[in-house]
């Protein structure tokens, strides 16, 4: 019996053994299949290291390297730390999802010793719409200035795109314009990704015949789309139908719309073709205010039938606003020589109330000029969404309303402008009824038979032509940049509510979603800029091997002590 139990302790033993050393294999076989698969686990709250669907789907399809040139680079105070943070996980997590194909540099350009070299490299950035922005800060108890490049360059294949990568709101605080530009990072490097890389086979067609806005007047908007879909042109009388095309844009019509036209308009939406629509109610420009005044009175353009089937209606008004723009104004003479002064225009609101949805979330304000209010009716199985509104402090003025820039000298009475947030922009999603239904197709089109049901689509209905007219440079006859206020030498966001508003109309894959994403600005995230990542790849299991080998040492010489006993 005594000669039994070292037997019986030794096969013990052994088992002990065998059983660590399975585990052991285990986690190597374990590590050898990551090697080949990975997965990436996002613990934070809000998700901040997690890359959109659309996105990976998108990196997964570039065919060649994509390099991306980023300008934060240097010694930063918190805020522009954590930005600078952002894009470099947001890179290594496009780097790993693109299998190699993004690959990515951080460039100061305060480095560049030479003054003539810099300046003219500053300027290179400049020109392809990276600009600097000046940063104060306290170094060893002195306030300092200098230039940061919130931006990136990216290139493909000989094409290359500039990001703006400082976005958001400019009446937001410093810190909230911050977050919310670490909000859009994925969604700024992801679209200049997809500008370069990714041909577009989308077409838009802008229609005309209608006095629509000429085409020196959307330059910047057409140019912008040409980047990413294929753009048309065509008169709206001489198309037959409007097939082949995805989306149409009416910018500023000012004569009416036949009824043949509407049904062309009325059967592409019915289709599924989508539509964004720029209308002024009323006659309203500066020329003739400027020349001694005038009065603004309804526009014909039979189109308020055709809009209200689908569930808009603009209205015949127009809104001042306390929040607007300035104008010059000659204010008085020296001499003989005018003295002008940039008065408050009320006419001229600045729309900066915007809803959550992806098209205005973050987006900065936006420039309107001679704006209506638009009201919803029903429309059975229309989601509408309002997307922008005017100030609390506006005021509503019914036709004819009286346009003389003798107004912007009165004294302002508060009580006037109680008016509230007006929305000035709808969207309108889901299954539209024709307007031609149970009627006849008018005389003069091609398709005669009615599609009295449409198929889902989607629209966007704006109360103000000029939101996408571009500004001309009246010594060289250049188009200014859209949104571009040449008076004040303020950039306002018109561009990207158009852009933002068409990528939605059209993007099937959802990438202008992740402009919903939504960070938290936690109390830590202002101390400590660079958090610890909580994105684990399953190849790094050094940690979990450790302890297993601590844990089967620790047994093991637990159970040899007890064997010893015996």
Not at 36 to 55: G, M, N, Q, S, W
């Amino acid at each position: 019996m005594v000669t039994e139990q070292p037997k019986q302790f030794k096969s013990k033993r052994n088992q002990d053994f065998l059983r660590f050393f399975l585990w052991v294999a285990g986690i190597v076989l374990l590590n050898l299949l990551a090697s080949t698969y990975f997965f990436r686990l996002d613990l934070t709250e809000d998700k901040r290291y997690t890359i959109a669907p659309v996105t990976k789907q998108m990196l997964q399809q570039l065919e060649d390297e994509v390099v991306v040139e980023v300008y934060l680079e240097g010694d930063f105070p918190a805020g522009f730390k954590r930005l600078q943070q952002s894009v470099r996980e947001t890179l290594e997590e496009f780097r790993i999802y693109a299998g190699g194909n993004i690959r990515y540099i951080f460039i100061d350009p305060n480095d560049i010793q030479d003054e003539e070299q810099r300046v003219e490299y500053i300027t290179n950035l400049a020109k392809k719409g990276i600009q600097p922005t000046n940063l104060r800060a306290n170094e060893e108890g002195k306030q300092v200035e200098r230039l940061v490049f919130p931006g990136a360059l990216v290139k493909y294949k000989g094409k290359e795109a500039g990001v703006s990568l400082l976005k958001g709101n400019l009446s937001a605080s410093a810190e909230q314009r911050l977050n919310q530009s670490v909000e859009g990072v994925e969604y700024e490097l992801a679209t200049a990704i997809r500008k370069v890389a990714l041909q577009g086979n989308k077409t838009i067609g802008y229609i005309t015949g209608q006095g629509e806005l000429e085409m020196q007047q959307v330059t910047d908007l057409l140019g912008s789309l040409q980047e990413f879909y294929r753009v048309a042109r065509g008169d709206l009388n001489l198309i037959p139908t409007l097939e082949g095309l995805d989306l149409i844009i009416v910018a500023k019509p000012t004569a009416a719309f036949s009824e043949a036209d509407k049904y062309k308009i009325d059967q592409f939406i019915m289709k599924g073709g989508k539509a964004v629509f720029f209308v002024d109610a009323l006659n309203a420009n500066m020329d003739s205010v400027g020349a001694g005044g005038m009065f603004a009175v309804p526009y014909n353009l039979n189109l308020d039938d055709l809009l209200f089937r689908y569930g808009a209606r603009l209205n015949q008004t127009m809104i001042m606003d306390l929040n607007s723009a300035f104008i010059p104004m000659v204010t008085g003479y020296l001499g003989d020589r005018p003295q002008t002064e940039m008065m408050n225009w009320r006419f001229y609101p600045i729309l900066n109330t915007f809803s959550k949805h992806p098209i205005t979330r973050n987006l900065d304000a936006v420039l309107s000029r001679f704006i209506g209010t638009i009201d919803t009716v029903r429309a059975d199985g229309i989601r509408k969404t309002p997307l922008l509104h005017t100030s609390l402090y506006s005021r509503i003025m019914q036709v004819p309303v009286p346009l003389t820039l003798e107004e912007a000298r009165m004294q302002v009475n508060p009580e006037q402008y109680q008016a509230g947030n007006q929305p000035v922009g709808f969207l309108l999603e889901g299954e539209f009824t024709s307007l031609f239904r149970n009627r006849r197709a008018p005389e003069g089109v091609q398709q005669t038979q009615v599609q009295e049901q449409g198929v889902a689509s989607k629209i966007a209905v704006f109360s103000d032509g000029d939101l996408v007219r571009n500004e001309i440079n009246p010594r060289t006859g250049q188009a200014y940049e859209l949104g571009f206020d040449r008076y004040n030498n303020i950039t306002f966001a018109n561009r990207e509510l158009a852009l933002n508003t068409i990528h939605y109309l059209l993007d099937s894959e959802g990438l202008i979603n992740v402009r919903s994403k939504e960070i938290q600005l936690r109390p830590l995230d202002r101390v400590r800029v660079k958090e610890e990542r909580t994105t684990w790849q399953l190849i790094n299991l050094v940690v979990p091997v450790v302890l297993l080998i601590i844990f089967g040492v620790v047994r093991y010489y637990i159970r040899k002590r007890k064997y010893e006993r015996f």
